[in-house]
């Protein structure tokens, strides 16, 4: 089993910062995919980013690109999402997903290929 835990969201005004973690635990070892998702109230889940720590490819969806950047520290066993230029479009509760197996890159930001899912953190921006 693996246990995933957000944190470091929080109300921010349009155009500043936050990063977020995700402290992963339990059976890790070969872990190759973290992913970020969000889901905005009213809407579906989307892809943010993914990371595969294999090789350190990382993904992003279109409205991501250049605003974030994810990130992976090995020795602490987390995933970061840095997240800059933030909109009131990014209000959000934000997730973090693994799995053992990468996915495929067309599927990388598709919820559906994610078992391990935490509880998330939400990040409330306004203009």
């Known amino acids: 089993q693996v246990q995933l835990v957000e944190s470091g969201g929080g109300s921010v005004q349009a155009g500043e910062s936050l990063t977020l973690s995700c402290a992963a635990s339990?059976?890790?070892?070969?872990?190759?995919?973290l992913a970020w998702f969000r889901q905005a109230p009213g809407k579906e889940r989307e892809g943010v980013a993914a990371i595969y720590t294999g090789g350190g490819t990382t993904y992003y969806s279109d409205y991501a690109k250049g605003r974030f950047t994810i990130s992976h520290d090995k020795s602490e066993n987390t995933v970061f999402l840095q997240m800059n230029s933030l909109k009131p479009e990014d209000t959000a509760m934000y997730y973090c997903?693994?799995?053992?197996?990468?996915?495929?890159?067309?599927?990388?930001?598709?919820?559906?290929?994610?078992?391990?899912w935490g509880q998330g953190t939400q990040v409330t921006v306004s203009s």
């Open positions: 339990g059976n890790t070892a070969n872990m190759y995919a």
């Open positions: 997903a693994s799995e053992y197996l990468p996915p495929p890159p067309p599927v990388a930001l598709s919820d559906a290929e994610y078992k391990y």
